[in-house]
DNA sequence: GGCTGTGAACCGTTTCACAGCA
DNA sequence: TGCTGTGAAACGGTTCACAGCC
């Protein structure tokens, strides 16, 4: 209620931060579609969540919507990205260039949504060398140059479980204070670096665990239970 | 207190099950290592959370560490694995052979962790017949037989966004009751369907308003945004 | 002595219900 | 009238502190 400026949002709980990439996904959505203004109802149906959560959500940035009428969608994306800090584009590096650091790297989507893939990091000689969407992999050895000249804040693992660690350390140590990993393993770092993961496995493990649920107790991954 | 039957955990809260996947993972690290006991200090450790929180996430699946001890290595995974429903295998379809679809179906970590991929699909002629891993792209429309008849229960959507609400479409009516989607969009589904989303931009977002949150008010990623 | 298991206090998040305003 | 913005209530989750047991 005091420090109002346009760029920083005063405090936002972290569960709202959370919310705010789907908020934004689905205004972006509206905007193509050509709508010029939605209601919390409608925005908060496009993003799954409640609409008292939503208005809330809003509230935390000091957002003005008009009552009555509802929100101006242009402005709140960029109410959102500002709150985000993302109105400037962020520097990223992948590190990893199996498989799933090739579909990393030829994902389009992260100039609209602003970030930047600015270096392709590997440690295996066979893979150091080769182009892969449009961008020379270069060796890990590399990173601390590449993150200082180019002002990189953030890192992407995708390297195997074992290398996982080892490439934290080294990330962290070129100076990048964010990390998403997609190791199954939970990183140590240091306080100051904020770390992300991501696993596809333990996510199919909750979802194993909610169909066990609803079947009540019968074999959940075999038959298929008739409810 | 009462349902302690060796299949299904009493009621355990969103939030614990949320953390489950985390503990096997480390716990499986330990067996690895040879460790056969461990003490709620040092799991928590690994898996990045307080020990206070560990153990009352484990009370509430009626646990049973040896006070003064620890916890038996083996048993606790035995006991996660019960509860998470993962004792036997889950069969799960990848739907959208992209680069991530490829590397979603390399991935050979399922195994060890619950599930087992049984089919591949998409809707494009060319890719559909090709393989990938060993198996053949088969083309979406048949995947209400696969489903029936292999008894899968869980879905991986790698599909590009504009695809993915069909695509969703299309496994529910195959008979599918959990989704793992990595489309950038909130999924419409029936009540009696689990969709979990992951999607990187939205994390990096994330990451970057703590990286802004720390800087106070300076340039996170790049630029500093005047204003 | 040491570590687990857990009631109780604390804290953050969600939901409710309505006042305030176009 | 209709929809936002928000105090207040209800809820769930985390942390604390210690009793209970090996």
């Not at 509230?59 to 402005?75: H, K, N, P």
């Not at 990223?92 to 970030?115: P, Q």
Request: aromatic share 4%; charged share 15%.
């Amino acid at each position: 209620m005091d420090r109002d400026d346009a760029t920083t949002g005063p405090d936002v709980p972290p569960a709202t931060v959370g919310r705010l990439p789907r908020y934004l996904r689905a205004l972006h959505g509206l905007l193509e579609r050509g709508v010029p203004t939605t209601s919390s109802a409608e925005l908060a149906g496009l993003a799954g969540v409640g609409s008292a959560q939503l208005r809330k959500d809003l509230s935390f940035l000091g957002s003005f919507g008009t009552r009555g009428v509802g929100y101006d969608v242009e402005a709140l994306i960029g109410f959102i990205t500002a709150t985000l800090g993302i109105e400037s584009v962020h520097r990223v590096v992948i590190v990893g260039i199996g498989d799933l650091g090739h579909a990393l790297a030829n994902y389009t989507g992260y100039t609209r949504r602003g970030f930047e893939v600015v270096g392709l990091f590997d440690t295996s000689p066979t893979v150091i060398g080769t182009t892969v969407a449009g961008d020379v992999v270069r060796d890990v050895a590399e990173l601390a140059g590449v993150v200082a000249g180019e002002s990189v804040s953030m890192a992407i693992l995708a390297v195997p479980r074992d290398a996982a660690q080892a490439a934290a350390d080294a990330v962290v140590a070129a100076g990048v204070t964010g990390i998403l990993s997609f190791a199954p393993l939970t990183l140590q770092v240091p306080e100051h670096v904020d770390v992300r993961g991501i696993d596809v496995a333990s996510e199919l493990q909750i979802l194993a665990f909610h169909a066990q649920a609803r079947a009540g107790l019968p074999a959940a991954g075999t038959v298929a239970p008739a409810i």
